[in-house]
């Protein structure tokens, strides 16, 4: 029997409603699958720049004292201190007492009843054997200031000098005047003899004569600056002048006998006159030894200036 149309009519109002129903169980399905949906809204760390389409950028928050829960603590940089800056290493003190810096000393200070004989040698060698045995004979001790080229020219000479106890100083290497050098000149002239004399066995350090005499402030500030103290004389003999310039033994012991008094230092010469070939200095010292002992005076070296 053929339906009727009032329940055509219901069925297909259910299948209406199974249909809705059906589509309505799917759109449930697909909202609650998981990542499904629309994007969350944006979060408080989350931005859109000026200007942007709208997409949300993600900042990174700001970093804290104390991390957030399952974040790696983030350990503060290490701050190293700087190095100090280095400082220049102090200026040696001078082998000398600072008192005799700035001179040119003609006497020894303070040393008493006492006589520093002493001997350039610049030229050649002629008097030293003669001077050599009398400060032996007579048990006297001398300082003996040699040029380098001296020294290079004579190492048989400077061993002989320090075998016998006897001190050496510088006496430069060439012997120029130096109150015309520079003062890079000068230190040349003061090392150069130095390393010389200590090639040829023996340490000049830190006694130093001008050739001439010729100084001033300026090069004895540069010569103390090299380590020497500058020794001048209280007496020059004039040995050196020799028969021919008017000198003669008797001149050389009255001369020195002229000058004594406590600390005298006395200045001879070792070489021979060029013109007469005499060594007044060599032949006089053993009377000039006698005439000072007579006077109540002993013998010293210039060591008497370092306190030894």
Excluded: C
Aim: proline fraction near 10%; hydrophobic fraction near 40%.
């Amino acid at each position: 029997m053929a339906a009727s149309g009032k329940e055509v009519r219901r069925r297909a109002v259910a299948v209406v409603v199974v249909l809705a129903l059906a589509l309505l169980a799917a759109v449930l399905a697909v909202l609650l699958r998981p990542g499904g949906g629309s994007p969350p809204p944006a979060s408080p760390t989350e931005s859109s720049p000026p200007g942007s389409s709208g997409s949300a950028t993600v900042t990174a928050p700001q970093e804290t004292g104390t991390p957030e829960a399952g974040q790696t603590p983030v350990e503060p940089p290490v701050t190293v201190p700087p190095e100090p800056p280095a400082t220049a290493e102090p200026a040696p003190a001078a082998p000398f007492p600072g008192s005799l810096l700035g001179q040119d000393l003609t006497v020894l200070p303070g040393a008493g009843r006492v006589v520093a004989l002493t001997f350039d040698a610049g030229a050649n060698a002629a008097g030293l054997p003669k001077i050599l045995s009398a400060l032996s004979a007579k048990g006297a001790t001398g300082t003996f200031f040699l040029t380098g080229n001296w020294a290079a020219n004579n190492p048989q000479g400077v061993a002989q000098i320090v075998a016998a106890g006897h001190r050496v100083g510088n006496h430069s290497m060439t012997h120029p005047g130096f109150t015309g050098l520079t003062d890079g000149a000068i230190a040349e002239q003061v090392r150069g003899a130095e390393q010389a004399i200590l090639a040829a066995g023996a340490d000049p350090r830190p006694f130093f004569r001008f050739p001439y005499g010729d100084r001033d402030s300026r090069t004895i500030t540069t010569v103390n600056s090299l380590g020497y103290v500058a020794v001048r004389w209280t007496v020059d003999t004039l040995g050196w002048k020799g028969t021919s310039g008017g000198a003669s033994v008797q001149s050389v012991v009255d001369r020195t006998l002229a000058g004594l008094q406590p600390g005298e230092i006395v200045l001879m010469h070792i070489g021979s006159n060029p013109d007469d070939a005499t060594t007044l200095d060599a032949d006089a010292l053993p009377q000039a030894i006698d005439r000072i002992r007579a006077a109540g005076y002993g013998f010293t070296t210039l060591d008497a200036l370092l306190g030894s």
